[in-house]
């Protein structure tokens, strides 16, 4: 394949705070607040949620400004906070890849939780994880992370194939098969069921 100079797209470096997750230059930030993912956990917890209507953020992400085009990588790192919505904790809202063949690599820098995955034939899978954990989601499993801690926030970093493309209308539709649920009965503070 002949290579289109116009398209060649210039090789630069960036920096990543290590404590914080967050990519200096470059990058994009955005919130998700618990208001817009009122979706994805029980109602009941939802229902009983007093300020649920404020301005909450459960995760923060910076992502570096890419093209989202086939052959791109995109480097991420997500800032997950500690908290819960009755029994259950904060959690990113969860996908699929559009592009079904795509996989991502995660790589916790500070933290611990649960990575909580599925596929359309109705497999799943969880796998608890904490700090230097690197974490590998084959393509076509969903994938939905949760802050098992009580007082830190969950921070990883990530690189995804820039046209994997973000499925969350699947997930909202059927959930996850599994939740991480706070359990201070047991020594890790946590269950899934
Ligand atoms: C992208 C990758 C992450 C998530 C981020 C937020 O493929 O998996 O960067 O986008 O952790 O989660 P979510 O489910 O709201 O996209
Ligand atoms: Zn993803």
Not at 30 to 53: F, V
Not at 143 to 165: C, E
Request: charged share 20%; aromatic share 12%.
């Amino acid at each position: 394949m002949s290579m289109n100079q116009s398209k060649i797209f210039h090789p630069f470096k960036s920096q990543l705070e290590l404590e914080t997750g967050k990519i200096g230059s470059n990058a994009n930030c955005w919130d998700r607040k618990l208001s817009e993912m009122t979706e994805i956990y029980d109602q009941e917890n939802i229902n009983n949620q007093l300020d649920i209507s404020g301005n909450t953020i459960v995760y923060r992400v910076y992502e570096h400004e890419l093209p989202y085009e086939k052959g791109h990588l995109i480097p991420v790192t997500t800032i997950l906070y500690p908290g819960r919505v009755g029994n259950q904790f904060f959690m990113t809202k969860g996908h699929y890849h559009e592009n079904r063949g795509t996989a991502e690599v995660y790589l916790i820098l500070n933290g611990e939780g649960v990575l909580t995955m599925q596929t359309e034939d109705g497999q799943h899978q969880e796998i608890e994880f904490s700090t230097e954990d690197l974490l590998y989601i084959p393509p076509f499993w969903a994938h939905r992370m949760v802050n098992t801690s009580i007082s830190d926030p969950l921070i990883f970093y990530g690189i995804y194939p820039a046209d994997a493309g973000h499925d969350y209308q699947t997930i909202v539709e059927t959930g996850f098969k599994k939740k991480v649920i706070y359990n201070p009965d047991t020594k890790r503070n946590f269950s899934i069921i």
